[in-house]
């Protein structure tokens, strides 16, 4: 059974995580304080629940847990490590109803923050803390038998989650080279809070590029259109969008259906490094976008019909990024469709077929829908689609990125900030630009090589 680490940096990392935590509890069916009580025998109870080592370590194993008092008797940890330079939101899990989930060596805080500075985050934090952010590293891998990867979640528009958080992917590469690193990063949504997003997204993006496995980003200003769309197509009252709560459930949703088929059981169970093997022809065309169908937010669950869902999760209006790997114009470097809960192998490829008349495919790859079926679905329902596509109309994303970079660099706005940490090199911000340029040419030679289609029935 595959073993995850989480390592949530900065503000939005950690509050991600902190949804993150109650998700996967309920997903094993260990009930909190809210839950209405369990509809699972025991016996499902013990089966659901023999893959929480997956993200759990435990003193003493009991046969099942019904609450969350269960499991602390039995000294279960999270497989967290808990990093911001600032305290505020990392201080919350101390004193928490979870706080006995969270190992106190994985939590590392500082103060007062990056101040929203990539470079303070990397060139500066990033080697202070180096050896106890390594220390504490090996602390919980030692307690793992079967690593599978670690899963990093931090935000791109702030300082920490950009600088440390990136500083710590190439940290994990230079000494866990053979241990897998993916990394569910937030783009902000570009009407920003953040004056100096741009430049944080920007190198964060570049390094990225260069030290993860795989990355499956997310752009709040998608996120926030599905939470409206759900919640005023579904129901009358619309989800407060308070400190970022419908739109976090969605990116830990995504994160439970990506770990699903290494953590369970299935008929044709996908792994995380098939997804690397499958997805990524080349090492820098290492983006993946993600979607998903149904979504299930705090006041309403979206319903489709099953033969609905792979199209669905596949399609513009359920991806967590602004794309459309449908559209005619992109091209498909591979494609993984996981059903969850009731998908018979027929079904699924059903589905499959009339997907790929959808797709234009690189002539390499033209047979690359690769198929899982995870018999849990998520809690709360009976089935659901998880899509993940390597496709060039992840130039969007790129495209905005460089443009709001350029948009302050043509006038050297705000350089001074990242030229005064010392650590930094002024060269940085010329080498960003033509890395970001010389990434999305990539795509673009690939987007000029003739497609493969598929005939439409
Ligand atoms: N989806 C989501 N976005 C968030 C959340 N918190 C902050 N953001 C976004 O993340 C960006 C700011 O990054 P933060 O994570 O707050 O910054 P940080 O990593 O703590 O870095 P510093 O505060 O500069 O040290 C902004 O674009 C916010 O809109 C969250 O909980 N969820
Ligand atoms: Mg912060």
């Known amino acids: ?94 004193a928490g109803k979870f706080r006995d989930l969270y190992d106190k060596k994985c939590l590392i805080t500082n103060y007062p923050g990056s101040g929203n500075n990539w470079a303070e985050g990397y060139c500066s934090h990033g080697p202070k803390y180096k050896q106890k952010i390594l220390n504490a590293v090996q602390y919980v891998v030692e307690q793992c038998d079967n690593l599978n990867g670690f899963l990093l979640l931090f935000s791109m528009g702030g300082g920490t989650g950009s600088g440390l958080g990136t500083f710590i992917v190439k940290l994990l590469a230079d000494h866990y080279p053979s241990v897998e690193r993916f990394i569910v990063c937030v783009y902000p949504t570009g009407t920003e809070d953040v004056i100096t997003a741009p430049y944080n997204m920007a190198f964060a993006t570049q390094e990225l590029v260069n030290s993860a496995t795989c990355v499956f980003p997310v752009e709040n200003k998608a996120l926030l259109d599905i939470v409206f769309r759900q919640t005023s197509r579904y129901c009358d009252r619309v989800s407060p969008f308070g400190p970022f709560e419908d739109v976090n459930k969605i990116i830990v949703d995504m994160v439970l259906h990506l770990t699903s088929g290494s953590r369970f059981g299935g008929k044709m169970n996908i792994d995380m490094n098939d997804i690397n093997t499958n997805m990524v022809p080349f090492p820098k065309l290492n983006f993946l976008l993600s979607g998903f169908s149904p979504f299930v937010l705090k006041y309403v669950t979206s319903k489709h019909l099953k033969n609905e869902l792979s199209l669905m999760a596949s399609s513009r209006s359920c991806q967590l990024v602004k794309a ?132 439409k029935r």
């Open 1 to 94: 059974m595959s073993e995850f680490i989480v390592i949530q940096v900065g503000q939005c990392g950690n509050q991600i995580g902190s949804c993150f935590l109650p998700e996967i509890l309920q997903e094993y069916d260990v009930k909190l304080s809210h839950d209405p009580p369990s509809k699972c025998s025991k016996r499902d109870k013990t089966d659901l629940q023999q893959y929480m080592y997956s993200f759990f370590n435990f003193g003493t194993k009991a046969a099942t847990f019904d609450t969350l008092s269960d499991l602390l008797r039995s000294n279960a940890k999270a497989r967290f490590l808990c990093i911001d330079m600032e305290d505020s939101v990392v201080a919350r899990f101390r």
């Open 324 to 455: 459309d790997p449908l559209d005619s114009r992109s091209t498909s470097m591979g494609v993984t469709l996981l059903g969850r809960g009731k998908f018979s192998v027929n079904d699924m490829r059903n589905y499959v077929d009339k997907l790929k008349t959808r797709l234009r495919f690189a002539p390499w790859s033209s047979k690359a829908v690769k198929v899982g079926l995870c018999d849990v679905p998520p809690k709360g329902l009976d089935f659901s689609v998880f899509s993940l596509s390597n496709s060039t109309s992840v130039l969007n994303l790129f495209d905005e990125v460089l443009s709001q970079f350029m948009k302050l660099y043509k006038r050297k706005a705000h350089v001074h900030h990242y030229t005064a940490v010392s650590e930094f090199d002024i060269q940085n911000f010329k080498q960003c630009q033509n890395d970001l340029n010389d990434f999305i040419q990539l795509y673009r030679d690939v987007e000029k090589i003739k497609p493969f289609t598929f005939n």
